[in-house]
């Protein structure tokens, strides 16, 4: 099973991608981002990616390709990463970062960009 989470900042699209990266689930991922029509730098997390197989290698060069930048902090996502000499991000992001938090604490946050090319805006709410 694979989980695609995508957030936009000011200046990048961040795709955290859980799970198994295989088979019809990585022709997915590439399909999505390729309908992605940005100038925004690409950043691609793996930190919480379990397997990839030869489809997902090949949507990671593909990937890298395209121009993006990979985040890996496991022992099997740095040897994925350097056995296909993908390029590090030049910023880690952390989970809070992406995700915010309610536990009363700080948290430093990418800001949102009000119109993202590729994530549909969610339709506001009004109570009257």
């Known amino acids: 099973m ?10 990048a699209l961040i795709v955290r991608l859980e799970g198994r990266l295989t088979g019809e689930g990585a022709e997915q991922v590439r399909t999505l981002l ?9 950043i691609v997390d793996l930190t919480e990616v379990t397997f990839v197989d030869a489809v997902g ?8 390709r395209f121009g993006a930048e990979f985040v890996a902090d496991t022992a099997y996502t740095l040897d994925v990463c350097e056995r296909l000499r993908l390029p590090p991000s030049r910023k880690r992001i952390s989970k809070t ?13 990418i800001p949102e960009r009000p119109e ?13």
């Open 2 to 11: 694979l989980r695609v989470e995508m957030h936009d900042s000011i200046n």
């Open 34 to 42: 390729t309908r992605c029509h940005t100038e925004w730098r690409l």
């Open 57 to 64: 290698e090949e949507v990671l060069s593909f990937l890298k």
């Open 97 to 109: 970062q992406v995700s915010g938090g309610s536990d009363g604490q700080e948290h430093h946050l």
């Open 116 to 128: 993202s090319p590729c994530i549909p805006q969610q339709p506001s709410v009004q109570q009257e």
